[in-house]
């Protein structure tokens, strides 16, 4: 397939503001890191999506009856692992597949994790609480909590087979409404609620996808979606706040409500729950209670619609000509990366480098969403050159290279690294930002037979706004430029040059009204 990354808003040329979308404008090209969340349907403030919640409890209860008759020998075993199986939903563009959307998708996995489950004494536990679940629903997140290997992709990917009829219709709805052509297409897999059975899927009117022809688009709705944050540290915190809040429980577990809850594993409070009914009835009861937001696709803090916003900004720019040699690709790179560098250090991009939570709270981006502005303008950019490619996510053959730029035979790879990451790499350990410029670049620019390899940081903290300063940091960098590039040079004589770019996204003077 070839490297196009496209919306479904430009593949089917939409001239829509993201506010008036309704579903999410996914990549074609790209899956992104968002999942459908039961719960999200649960709370829909559309009714006939609110019902869509007990489809899914529905099937869980039905494949816990048919545990059991795997066990009374009514039910073979192989066709009950068959029946907790189902394929990744690609025509959602949806989930962990980081390089494309076409990854194998974790069904057989998960399959095989449910099917040890349903076999426990804790799957037991779980459906005699079905008086104690709002409405008779089994909340998926009981399975997050219990089950190893059920985590929020193979939920998503769950729910997606299961309300697959309803995500047909809500598509071909959304393309009447906005004028959007269809044609007979399969879809892999749907389910028949009368018979409580997986149909094996059918064929249906739906957008094709123009970088897979013959294969369909499914629009989902944004107010499904949410971001990949962990689920179970949440619930680990929610279990010991129910400890704690109970007298009877607060003085049966004192020693455990004293610990920090890094130092509490989840087999423990796994323990707790399923041997105390009490804690178990309320932990089941507090699921219900919680909130959960949807994605704000408006603010887009993860970056998920960089390419899309940065071509319309790039629209009047004014593009050098094409380069005819590997100094003049270079050249045209640093380009890229100075105005990747004006965004935040001369515009307002910097509000970009730092999000805001619910309760004001304002820290810095993570890497992966950096790394996904530079993606999206980096697209954008080279999107005018038909003859450079421009990758994101290469495999090295030694790990995963962030950016490669490719001209005839013209190679030059890129790293990217936020000078605030100080976790452990490598043997020996190393600071994440050092391990980037002294092993990481390095191995990529030689397995990959490079030319030239360019080191992109960003730095949130300055003494000039902040105690913090990373200055020494980006100084340690610059020390070890020498010793990396004669290391690369040893492995490939070819080799030009090593390069160093670092960001500033400190907060600027009118952060304060931001």
């Known amino acids: 397939m070839p ?39 649960k709370n829909s403030p559309i009714e006939d999506e609110r019902n869509l919640y007990s489809k899914i409890s529905l099937y869980l209860k039905e494949a816990f009856k048919r545990s059991l008759l795997v066990r009374a020998e009514q039910y073979h075993r192989d066709k009950f692992l068959q029946y907790l199986t189902f394929p990744e939903p690609k025509v959602i563009n949806l989930g962990y597949t980081r390089a494309s959307n076409h990854g194998s998708g974790l069904g057989d996995y998960f399959a095989k994790a449910l099917f040890d489950f349903f076999f426990s004494n804790t799957a037991q536990k779980i459906f005699k609480k079905e008086e104690v679940y709002s409405e008779g629903n089994l909340n998926t997140d009981v399975f997050s909590f219990f089950v190893d290997g059920v985590d929020q992709d193979g939920i998503s990917d769950l729910t997606a087979n299961l309300i697959m009829d309803y995500l047909i219709q809500y598509t071909q709805m959304q393309c009447e409404k ?50 990949n944050e962990n689920i179970k540290p949440n619930l680990k915190s929610k ?16 020693r455990l409500i004293q ?3 890094s130092d509490v594993s989840i087999e423990e409070l796994r323990d707790v729950l399923l041997n105390d009914e009490l804690a178990l009835t309320k932990f089941i009861k507090s699921l219900d209670l919680g909130e959960r937001d949807a994605y704000d696709f408006t603010g887009d803090p993860l970056e998920f619609l960089s390419i899309k916003r940065y071509k319309e900004k790039l629209s009047d720019f004014k593009f050098p000509p094409e380069p005819k040699a590997c100094n003049e690709l270079l050249t045209l790179t640093h380009r890229l990366i100075s105005l990747f560098r004006d965004e935040f250090e001369r515009k307002d991009g910097w509000r970009d480098a730092w999000t805001r939570n619910k309760d004001g709270q304002v820290t810095p981006i993570i890497e992966p969403a950096w790394g996904r502005k530079f993606r999206g303008m980096g697209v954008a950019f080279f999107d005018n050159y038909p003859n450079i490619t421009f990758l994101p996510e290469v ?72 105690r913090i300063n990373h200055d020494i940091r980006a100084n340690e960098i610059r020390a070890c430029i020498p010793d990396s590039t004669n290391l690369i040079k040893s492995h490939l004589p070819q080799f030009n040059s090593l390069g160093y770019k670092n960001i500033d996204l400190t907060k600027k003077p009118s952060f304060s009204k931001w």
Not at 21 to 32: G, K, M, T, Y
Not at 187 to 204: A, K, L, P
Not at 239 to 254: C, E, H, M, R
Request: aromatic share 12%.
């Open 259 to 261: 610990m920090p809850i």
């Open 239 to 254: 279990v010991k706040g129910i400890l704690k809040s109970d007298p009877i429980l607060k003085s049966k577990f004192a």
């Open 178 to 227: 906005l004028g959007i052509p269809t044609k007979i297409l399969p879809i892999e897999q749907t389910f028949d609620y009368e018979h409580m059975e997986w149909t094996g899927g059918g064929y249906f009117k739906l957008p094709e996808n123009p970088l897979d022809p013959e294969q369909p688009i499914i629009f989902v709705p944004k107010r499904f979606l949410r971001t």
């Open 395 to 466: 495999e090295s053959g030694n790990g995963e290279l962030d950016f490669c730029v490719i001209f005839m035979n013209c190679k030059i790879t890129i790293e990217l690294k936020l000078l605030k990451n100080n976790s452990l790499k490598g043997t020996p350990p190393q600071p994440s930002y050092l391990h980037g410029i002294t092993v990481q670049l390095p191995n990529y620019a030689i397995n990959l037979s490079a030319q030239n390899a360019i080191y992109i940081t960003g730095q949130h903290y300055r003494r000039t706004s902040s």
């Open 3 to 41: 490297f196009n990354p496209l919306h479904i808003t430009e593949a089917f040329n939409l001239k829509i503001n993201e506010s008036d979308l309704d579903f999410f404008d996914a990549n074609l090209f790209f899956d992104s890191l968002l999942f459908i969340d039961p719960f999200l349907i």
